[in-house]
């Protein structure tokens, strides 16, 4: 990760990166919170790419979201 994480960015997991050639959708998270080496954020949207109509509570470590996420800049909001 280059940039340094800070609360209102979006990032999507990168677990289905070249499945489906590239076209499976993605869960996004917002961050709320650092606190620690943990990321509270919330759920934005499913692995379906559906947007949650009442987003989920999550926790991220800062490793995980370097190494399992990517910063998105088109995600809903």
């Known amino acids: ?3 340094a994480v800070t609360t209102g960015q979006i990032y999507r997991d990168t677990y289905f990166d070249g499945i489906n050639g590239g076209k499976q959708e993605h869960r996004t998270i917002r961050v ?3 606190v ?3 990321v509270h954020a919330l759920t934005i949207t499913d692995v379906l ?3 949650l109509a009442k987003p989920r509570k ?3 470590s ?3 979201l370097a190494s399992g996420y ?3 800049e088109d995600a809903p909001r």
């Open 49 to 51: 790419g559906n947007v």
């Open 58 to 60: 999550t926790r991220v």
């Open 70 to 72: 990517v910063l998105k």
């Open 1 to 3: 990760m280059t940039q």
């Open 36 to 38: 620690g080496d943990k």
């Open 62 to 64: 800062l490793k995980t």
């Open 32 to 34: 709320v919170e650092i």
